[in-house]
């Protein structure tokens, strides 16, 4: 097999690339530019393998680096039959550069990688994964904006007079109806709704604004419903076994599970348990003042994850004795509501690292 010679750092754009090409000692053996096309690449590509080039480092630039990364992969196997190992890197290594030039970021990037000092972001392992948690975080989005949808229909109907507890689907059929031109009260007593004060008489401009947000989450939620069909049968195919081992921690449903796998990619890059939660924003961070110390909430992690396991909670203290009386206990303490369903979640976010390293289904204690 033949040695590395070099490594090289890659300053990404989004019609070309800055290329430093590095010896094993730091001296510079080459500089050059390539356009982000595929002949392009494959030039890069060849040019790797001739060097004798095993290393690469890219900065993170927008979403122009997945396309770049995984297609010069490919084409470095294609050319030489061996895997190139490619690093994202995280931005935190590179936002001290003082005088920014292409040539001179391709440079420092190289250094850094050859001197083992690059803050490497995680990424999956090939484009399908990648492009599968592309899609987990579109559902997880749409969702966010479905609620946003729901809240200024809540807003629209309190200025109205009408406060409803919750948006049921009999309540939202109801209001289509009246939208749509039915008498209130035939509406509402037919989906076997009490008639509410203050929408007897709607003018064009209520009636508008309720058509278009009715319509806005009626359309958000068919869409969540294929995703989440989407998401299920893909997540079976990628992760096989792991998918299956983590639909046996309470709390985790099969979307919840999906979006846990899609997040983490590898729970063995995690030593402990402790690391998993640190990453999923679980881990209360401690603030000391005047020699007084209170743990507050985790400013850095992973904010998809932290939401998956906080909704895992919310579904674990109804159905799982142990993590239910532990978040009595809590309440009992005087912790408020969301502060007791994250400390679950922490306890959650072990049991699916401690299940996923092991490989063992999660058994109740």
């Known amino acids: 097999m033949k040695a590395e010679k070099c490594v090289a750092g890659c300053d990404l754009h989004r019609d070309f690339v800055s290329v430093a090409f590095l010896s094993l000692r ?56 061996r895997r190139l190992a490619a690093l994202l890197v995280n931005p935190l290594s590179t ?39 592309l899609l987990c975080r579109l559902r997880h989005r749409l969702a966010q904006d479905r609620a946003k949808a729901a809240n200024r229909l809540r807003k629209l109907l309190a200025v109205l007079g009408y406060r409803p507890r919750r948006l049921s689907g009999k309540l939202l059929r109801a209001l289509g109806r009246v939208v749509g ?119 850095f992690g992973n904010p998809v994850l932290r939401w998956a396991f906080y909704m895992a909670a919310v579904n674990a203290v109804r159905g799982d004795p142990e993590l239910r009386a532990f978040y009595e206990r809590l309440l009992a303490r005087g912790k408020p509501r969301r502060v007791a369903l994250v400390a679950v979640a922490g306890k959650l976010a072990r049991r699916c690292w401690a299940v996923l390293r092991s490989g063992e289904p999660y058994r109740c204690r």
């Open 181 to 299: 031109g039915e008498p209130l009260r035939s509406a509402f007593e037919e989906e076997g709704l009490k008639p509410p004060r203050g929408l007897e008489s709607l003018d064009a401009a209520a009636r508008a604004m309720l058509s278009s947000l009715l319509s806005l989450y009626a359309q958000l939620s068919g869409e969540l419903a294929r995703l989440d069909a989407a998401i299920a049968e893909q997540a079976a195919e990628l992760y096989g076994g792991h998918y299956w081992l983590l639909l046996t921690v309470p709390g985790v449903g099969p979307l919840l599970a999906a979006i846990i796998l899609a997040e983490t990619v590898d729970a063995r890059r995690f030593p402990s348990a402790r690391h998993y939660k640190s990453y999923c924003g679980l881990a209360p961070k401690l603030r000391e003042s005047g020699g007084k110390a209170r743990l507050g909430r985790c400013g």
């Open 26 to 81: 730091g001296e510079l053996l080459a500089e050059k530019r390539y356009p982000v096309t595929l002949r392009g690449m494959a030039a890069l590509a060849l040019d790797l393998a001739a060097l004798g080039c095993r290393r690469l480092a890219v900065e993170s630039v927008g979403h122009f680096w997945p396309h770049f990364l995984y297609t010069l992969q490919k084409l470095y196997r294609e050319a030489c039959g």
């Open 95 to 133: 936002r001290g550069f003082g005088k920014k030039t292409d040539a001179l970021d391709a440079r420092r990037i190289a250094r850094l990688l050859l001197a083992g000092n690059l803050i490497a972001s995680n990424i999956p392992p090939t484009l399908e994964a990648m492009l599968f948690k």
